[in-house]
């Protein structure tokens, strides 16, 4: 029996296809992800306050995208499709950063982000679909799935990090294009093994012509490419400068003649509480369960948001803390500050199975934590790992911490994750009506994207320079990233005690759904 066998025994079959264009796609999207901080302070030369902006500006758009994504192929595309022209535009924007100047980069990050909206919500709908109502494999097939991304994002922080900071930047992208060329060919070449699964082809709506020859597919396709630039200005341009002096409002701030608004969390707080309304009013409309169900699903988007808004200081503020302030010497092998990266999917990979099979046993004994619980604790042990630096800083050797710092940080930070991302995705297939499976998916992902602009946020406080603009010390520098860090365990911690508190009401507004 092959390791494949044993993985997916008593699954799907297209599981299987899914894990493996999931994993290259995650593979092409982590390889850019790993790398984007560094090459926009060390070869852009941006100060550290506007990497982490620009980061999480670009990390905010890539998760926002699936709302639009998913809603396109629930009405117009049909899953296949949509996953495939992802794929392409993914392909086409690693390709295009090659080009080696910013204007190529944030062309390259559109096309990136647009192709990501199309591919990464539909994948995970189709996994969804391969299992019926109440069919107690669900959780752990999408946690199979969640290590197939991990496994993905092992080979990027590991693989796309070493070339990238050893042989170049552009080395580092280009490989990351091949990989997404590899996850489309494998999506495509399986088509047969997830062919049982409903909603993959085109919808009646989509193949209507609305102009000329032109149906709504082609225009959404033609509408796709001219999004790109769209995703250029929110980028380069997350916020603005506004004089407030002479307003209401100029005794609000500090310094009210620039004051810079914040065009971009303006926005996706816009568009979270219209996907919001639109979800409870939708669940409304097919009775009073589905409706608190809803209800429910935007709760656990707020407390999804939370989550990630401090998990991911990885991709910004932890690889700024490696390059700066972590002994990264192993035998003499200097280890790239990109590559600590690595530790995260690693441990998802060693204990992605045992939860898989954890979930299926606890079940089978009744004993399997309800989902707000799953969520505290996954919260609870994020904060753990913040706090980890506490000790790494006690053990600071001229004020660099060892590199087992990060080593448990990230475990705790890992372990973590496993409570709630996988159980999230699953979660949102059984909240949601199968008539909105996409845009209910599209929603979950919303969250993700205004953490990911709230993380970039979080990380300008942990910046190497100080308030009046002057690079900080290493002594300096290690005492800010311990505080910032330190206290967002702290609040973590706390946050998780409130979810525990409130769960009794939580899982009656989810009728039934564990």
């Not at 060919?185 to 102009?211: Q, T």
């Not at 303006?266 to 009775?287: D, H, M, P, Q």
């Not at 790239?336 to 004994?365: C, H, R, Y």
């Not at 995705?425 to 929603?443: E, F, Q, R, Y």
Request: with cysteine; proline share 3%; hydrophobic share 50%.
């Amino acid at each position: 029996m092959s390791q494949n066998d044993v993985i997916f025994k008593g699954h799907p079959q297209g599981l299987s296809t899914l894990f493996f264009s999931e994993m290259w796609e995650r593979f092409c999207y982590y390889g850019m992800r790993t790398l984007l901080t560094l090459y926009l302070v060390k070869s852009l030369l941006k100060g550290d306050a506007e990497a982490s902006l620009m980061y999480g500006a670009y990390t905010a758009l890539v998760y926002a995208a699936p709302v639009l994504g998913g809603r396109m192929a629930d009405k117009f595309l049909g899953y296949r499709y949509a996953i495939l022209l992802g794929a392409v535009l993914m392909s086409i924007g690693e390709f295009m950063i090659l080009g080696g100047d910013e204007s190529w980069l944030l062309i390259g990050m559109g096309a990136i982000i647009v192709g990501n909206g199309y591919f990464k919500a539909n994948i995970s709908t189709i996994v969804g679909k391969l299992y019926g109502d109440g069919d107690g494999r669900r959780d752990s097939g999408f946690t199979i799935f969640y290590i197939g991304i991990n496994v993905g994002a092992a080979l990027a922080t590991s693989v796309v990090a070493y070339v990238g900071e050893t042989y170049g930047f552009d080395k580092g992208f280009g490989l990351a294009g091949i990989g997404m060329m590899a996850g489309a060919l494998i999506f495509w070449s399986g088509r047969k093994n997830y062919a049982a699964a409903p909603g993959l082809d085109f919808r009646e709506e989509g193949l209507k012509k609305v102009a000329g020859p032109l149906n709504m597919i082609h225009l959404i396709t033609i509408g796709s490419i001219l999004l790109i630039p769209v995703c250029y200005l929110l980028i380069s341009k997350n916020t603005f400068v506004m004089n407030l002096e002479g307003t209401p409002f100029a005794g609000l701030v500090d310094n009210p003649s620039e004051f810079n608004f914040p065009l971009m969390m303006i926005l996706l707080c816009s568009l979270f509480f219209y996907v919001a309304f639109s979800l409870i009013r939708a669940g409304a409309k097919e009775g009073k369960v589905w409706r608190d169900r809803m209800i429910a699903l935007v709760i656990f988007m707020v407390i999804n948001v939370v989550f990630w808004a401090c998990f991911e200081q990885a991709g910004t503020s932890l690889t700024l803390f490696a390059d700066r302030n972590v002994s990264r010497d192993i035998l003499g092998w200097t280890m790239p500050a990109s590559m600590t990266q690595f530790f995260n999917p690693l441990f998802i990979i060693i204990f992605g199975t045992i939860f898989s099979v954890m979930w299926v046993k606890l079940d089978k004994m009744g004993k399997n934590p309800s989902i707000p619980i799953k969520f505290a604790l996954g919260i609870f042990q994020l904060g753990l790992g913040f706090l980890v630096t506490i000790i790494g800083a006690q053990m600071a050797t001229e004020y660099m911490v060892p590199l087992l710092t990060l080593v448990f940080l990230y475990l705790l930070h890992t372990t973590g994750e496993l409570f709630l991302s996988p159980i999230g995705l699953s979660m949102v297939t059984k909240l949601s009506p199968k008539s909105m499976a996409g845009t209910a998916m599209g929603g979950w992902f919303l969250s993700f994207a205004i953490a990911n602009y709230v993380a970039g946020g979080i990380a300008t406080l942990t910046g190497g320079h100080g308030d009046d603009g002057v690079a900080l010390t290493l002594a300096e520098g290690l005492d800010k990233y311990t505080s910032v860090f330190s206290n967002l365990g702290f609040v973590l911690i706390g946050f998780s005690v409130l979810i525990v508190i409130l769960s009794k009401p939580l899982n009656k507004l989810m009728h039934g759904v564990v």
